[in-house]
C-alpha cells in the first residue's frame, strides 16, 4: 500500500516537480492541496486541479482561507501599519503561515504520514512551513525534494519537460505568488542587487492614467466601504479597492531583507491595496490616537510584523499583541480620502466624529482656546525643571558655537 502525502500545491513550476517526483520517482500516493487566501479566481482554481490530476495526483483539495487568513491575521497587519524594513506589507510572508495551518490541519484530517512543500533551501518558505508542521502535526514526516537535491530553476524545467509536461515555461522563469494582501515577484533580477524587475515580469500592467479620488469608509480600523459603497466584509473591500488601484501600478517595490536563515532576500512585489490601506489607516490613526497610544502601537506593531515573517504565528504572545492591537481601534473610524495617480498615490485627508484636531480647542500654531500664555510660562518652567537641576548640580558646559568638533 503507497504511503500518502499531502503536498501543498500551487500549479506552479516548484509544485508541478514535486507532484511528478513524488508520484513517478519515490511512488507517494499524492493528495494535493491548494490554500486559496484571495490570490485565485474560479477559473484559475478550476485550472490549477486540471493540472494536478495531469500531474497524476489521487485526489485535489481547495481550502478557501481568505476570509479566516484576514480575521486572524491581516487585520492586525492593517492594526499595526505593519511594513517590514518600512517597505514590505508582509503580502506572502504572513500568508505562508495561514498556508501552512490548513495544510498540517487537512494532513490530520486524511492521516497522512507525509507532508510535502516546493521550498528551496535559501529562503524564508522553508523554515515557515517546517516550523508550523513541526507545531501542529510532529508526528509526520516534512518531505521537501527541491531542497534535498539542491536543485535550480533550469533543473526543474529540464525535468519536468523529460517527463512531458507541458506549462508556459518562459513565464515559470519567474516565482509569482498571488494573495488578497499582495503578489511577489521572484526572478532571476531579483537575484541580484541592482537590477529592477522587467516591465513584463510584473503580473498587473500599468492600463489607468487618469486620476481618481477615492472616499474609503473605515470602522474601527477595518475598511468597510469605497466611496458609497458597502460591503459585507472587509476581505470585499480590499478586493474591491485592488481592481480600482492595480491598474496604476500604484504599490510596486523590491522588498531587501534578512531571512531567518541569516542570509539577505531581495523579492520584488505588487500591493496597491495593502499600500494604500495602511497609508490612510495610518493618516487616520495620527488624527484620532493619543501620542502616547501611537508610540506604543509603533513599538509593538514591529515586533508583531517581525515575528509573523518569521513564521511565529503560534506563538501565544503573538495573541496578546492582538488584543492589545484590537483595543487601539475603538476610535478608528471615519472617513479617509486618497488620490490614485500612475505609480503613486496621495492620502488628501480625513473626516472623523473622534478627530483629536477638532479646531474648538485651538488650531496649531496660530490660537488656542483651553489655556492663557501665563499657562504656558508655568507649564514649560515645570515642564524643563528636573533637566534644568541636573544641569546645575552637574555644571554641564554648554556646547560651543556651531556644535561639536
Given at each position: 500500500?503507497?504511503?500518502?502525502?499531502?503536498?501543498?500545491?500551487?500549479g506552479?513550476?516548484?509544485t508541478?516537480?514535486?507532484?511528478?517526483y513524488?508520484?513517478?520517482?519515490?511512488?507517494?500516493?499524492?493528495?494535493?492541496?491548494i490554500?486559496?487566501?484571495?490570490?485565485f479566481s474560479?477559473?484559475?482554481?478550476?485550472?490549477?486541479?486540471?493540472?494536478?490530476?495531469?500531474m497524476g495526483?489521487?485526489?485535489?483539495?481547495?481550502?478557501d482561507?481568505?476570509?479566516n487568513?484576514?480575521?486572524?491575521?491581516?487585520?492586525?497587519?492593517?492594526?499595526g501599519n505593519?511594513?517590514?524594513?518600512?517597505?514590505?506589507?508582509?503580502?506572502?510572508?504572513?500568508?505562508?503561515?495561514?498556508?501552512?495551518?490548513?495544510?498540517?490541519?487537512?494532513?490530520?484530517?486524511?492521516?497522512?504520514e507525509?507532508?510535502a512543500?516546493?521550498?528551496?533551501?535559501?529562503?524564508?518558505?522553508?523554515?515557515?512551513?517546517?516550523?508550523?508542521?513541526n507545531i501542529?502535526?510532529?508526528?509526520v514526516?516534512?518531505?521537501?525534494?527541491?531542497?534535498?537535491?539542491?536543485?535550480?530553476?533550469?533543473?526543474?524545467?529540464?525535468?519536468?519537460?523529460?517527463?512531458?509536461?507541458?506549462m508556459n515555461f518562459?513565464?515559470?522563469?519567474?516565482?509569482?505568488?498571488?494573495?488578497?494582501?499582495?503578489?511577489?515577484?521572484?526572478?532571476?533580477?531579483?537575484?541580484?542587487?541592482?537590477?529592477?524587475?522587467?516591465?513584463?515580469?510584473?503580473?498587473?500592467?500599468?492600463?489607468?492614467?487618469?486620476?481618481?479620488?477615492?472616499?474609503?469608509?473605515?470602522?474601527?480600523g477595518?475598511?468597510?466601504g469605497?466611496d458609497?459603497?458597502?460591503?459585507?466584509?472587509?476581505?470585499?473591500?480590499i478586493?474591491?479597492?485592488?481592481?480600482?488601484?492595480q491598474?496604476?501600478?500604484?504599490?510596486?517595490?523590491?522588498?531587501v531583507g534578512?531571512?531567518?536563515?541569516?542570509?539577505?532576500?531581495?523579492?520584488?512585489?505588487?500591493?496597491a491595496?495593502?499600500?494604500v490601506?495602511?497609508?490612510?489607516?495610518?493618516?487616520?490613526?495620527?488624527?484620532?490616537?493619543?501620542?502616547?497610544?501611537?508610540?506604543?502601537?509603533?513599538?509593538?506593531?514591529?515586533?508583531?510584523?517581525?515575528?509573523?515573517?518569521?513564521?511565529?504565528f503560534?506563538?501565544?504572545?503573538?495573541?496578546?499583541?492582538?488584543?492589545f492591537l484590537?483595543?487601539?481601534?475603538?476610535?478608528?473610524?471615519?472617513k479617509?480620502?486618497?488620490?490614485?495617480?500612475?505609480?503613486?498615490?496621495?492620502?488628501?485627508?480625513i473626516?472623523?466624529e473622534?478627530?483629536?484636531?477638532?479646531?474648538?480647542?485651538?488650531s496649531?500654531g496660530?490660537?488656542n482656546?483651553?489655556w492663557?500664555?501665563?499657562?504656558?510660562?508655568?507649564?514649560?518652567?515645570?515642564?524643563?525643571?528636573?533637566?534644568?537641576?541636573y544641569?546645575?548640580?552637574?555644571?554641564?558646559p554648554?556646547?560651543?558655537?556651531?556644535?561639536?568638533?
Amino acid at each position: 500500500m503507497k504511503k500518502k502525502v499531502v503536498l501543498a500545491y500551487s500549479g506552479g513550476l516548484d509544485t508541478s516537480f514535486c507532484c511528478i517526483y513524488l508520484t513517478r520517482d519515490l511512488g507517494y500516493e499524492v493528495h494535493s492541496v491548494i490554500v486559496n487566501t484571495g490570490g485565485f479566481s474560479d477559473e484559475e482554481l478550476k485550472g490549477v486541479e486540471e493540472r494536478a490530476y495531469q500531474m497524476g495526483v489521487t485526489s485535489h483539495h481547495v481550502v478557501d482561507e481568505t476570509e479566516n487568513f484576514y480575521n486572524t491575521c491581516v487585520r492586525f497587519l492593517i492594526y499595526g501599519n505593519v511594513l517590514k524594513n518600512n517597505t514590505y506589507p508582509l503580502s506572502v510572508s504572513a500568508e505562508r503561515v495561514s498556508q501552512a495551518t490548513a495544510i498540517a490541519n487537512y494532513a490530520k484530517e486524511i492521516g497522512a504520514e507525509s507532508v510535502a512543500h516546493g521550498s528551496t533551501g535559501a529562503g524564508n518558505d522553508q523554515v515557515r512551513f517546517d516550523m508550523i508542521f513541526n507545531i501542529l502535526v510532529p508526528e509526520v514526516q516534512i518531505i521537501t525534494p527541491i531542497r534535498d537535491l539542491k536543485l535550480s530553476r533550469e533543473a526543474e524545467i529540464e525535468y519536468l519537460k523529460k517527463h512531458g509536461v507541458e506549462m508556459n515555461f518562459e513565464k515559470a522563469k519567474y516565482s509569482i505568488n498571488k494573495g488578497i494582501w499582495g503578489t511577489s515577484v521572484g526572478g532571476k533580477e531579483t537575484l541580484t542587487s541592482n537590477l529592477g524587475l522587467p516591465e513584463e515580469a510584473w503580473p498587473t500592467q500599468v492600463t489607468a492614467s487618469e486620476p481618481k479620488t477615492l472616499e474609503l469608509v473605515f470602522e474601527q480600523g477595518e475598511l468597510v466601504g469605497i466611496d458609497n459603497e458597502k460591503y459585507d466584509h472587509p476581505t470585499k473591500a480590499i478586493q474591491a479597492l485592488q481592481a480600482i488601484a492595480q491598474p496604476y501600478g500604484i504599490g510596486r517595490d523590491i522588498h531587501v531583507g534578512d531571512t531567518i536563515i541569516g542570509i539577505k532576500g531581495r523579492v520584488g512585489f505588487e500591493a496597491a491595496a495593502p499600500m494604500v490601506i495602511i497609508k490612510a489607516h495610518h493618516t487616520l490613526e495620527k488624527h484620532v490616537l493619543t501620542k502616547w497610544q501611537l508610540s506604543w502601537k509603533d513599538q509593538l506593531s514591529s515586533f508583531y510584523g517581525n515575528w509573523l515573517h518569521e513564521g511565529q504565528f503560534h506563538d501565544p504572545i503573538m495573541r496578546n499583541m492582538e488584543a492589545f492591537l484590537t483595543d487601539t481601534q475603538k476610535n478608528v473610524s471615519g472617513k479617509v480620502f486618497v488620490e490614485l495617480h500612475p505609480y503613486r498615490f496621495q492620502v488628501v485627508g480625513i473626516e472623523s466624529e473622534h478627530d483629536l484636531m477638532s479646531n474648538k480647542f485651538g488650531s496649531y500654531g496660530e490660537m488656542n482656546n483651553s489655556w492663557s500664555g501665563e499657562d504656558v510660562k508655568g507649564f514649560s518652567k515645570i515642564f524643563g525643571n528636573q533637566v534644568m537641576i541636573y544641569h546645575k548640580v552637574n555644571a554641564v558646559p554648554q556646547p560651543p558655537e556651531g556644535g561639536a568638533e
